[in-house]
């Protein structure tokens, strides 16, 4: 059975000004939030870029382990090439069986001095950095290659 309390409510439900400013309360909140969603939007894709650098010059480190040869990781705009080296410098062939890496996000990788050449040990000859850049904003992200072969992002 249904109570008394409930028989007695109205079935007319809710009105114009009741939803507009629902609607307007809803559009204020929005106009507040955008700017900080986009700007998180924007820090979290330039931070996955990053990661995708850092990950392949992981992988031409592993090149150089597997195939014990000088590998180079050369930066051509998004694109991150496999190259041999001859006397630590970049060869400007590629490796055969090595296809290049193009960055997901179409942000701009650039080379800080010459690029980073991996020994069959794993170890960078030179130490180098590779910027990350996001030309909608401008800021910027690093990964560093350490004499070691370490690579970590700043």
Same mark, same amino acid.
């Given at each position: 059975?249904?109570? $008394? ?12 000004? $009741?939803?507009?400013?629902?609607? %307007? ?9 955008? /700017? ?7 820090? %979290? ?6 990661? $995708? ?25 998004? !694109?991150?090439?496999? $190259?041999?080296? =001859? ?8 490796? /055969? ?10 942000? !701009? ?16 000859? /030179? ?9 909608? !904003? ?15 992002? =700043?």
């Amino acid at each position: 059975m249904v109570s $008394e309390r409930i028989r007695g409510l109205s079935a007319a439900g809710f009105g114009t000004a $009741e939803l507009t400013v629902t609607l %307007a309360i809803g559009a204020v909140l929005t106009a507040v939030s955008a /700017p900080s969603l986009l700007a998180s939007w924007r820090a %979290a894709t330039l931070r996955a870029a990053a990661e $995708e650098v850092a990950a392949a010059v992981n992988v031409g480190r592993q090149l150089a382990i597997a195939r014990n040869v000088l590998v180079c990781v050369a930066v051509a705009g998004a !694109d991150m090439r496999f $190259e041999g080296a =001859h006397a630590g410098a970049c060869s400007g062939v590629g490796l /055969p069986g090595a296809a290049p890496v193009r960055l997901a996000s179409g942000l !701009d990788v650039r080379a800080v001095g010459a690029g980073v050449v991996f020994t069959g040990l794993g170890a960078a000859t /030179p130490a180098g950095r590779y910027v990350v850049v996001n030309p909608a !904003d401008g800021r910027t992200r690093s990964v560093v290659v350490a004499a070691s072969g370490r690579v970590s992002i =700043h």
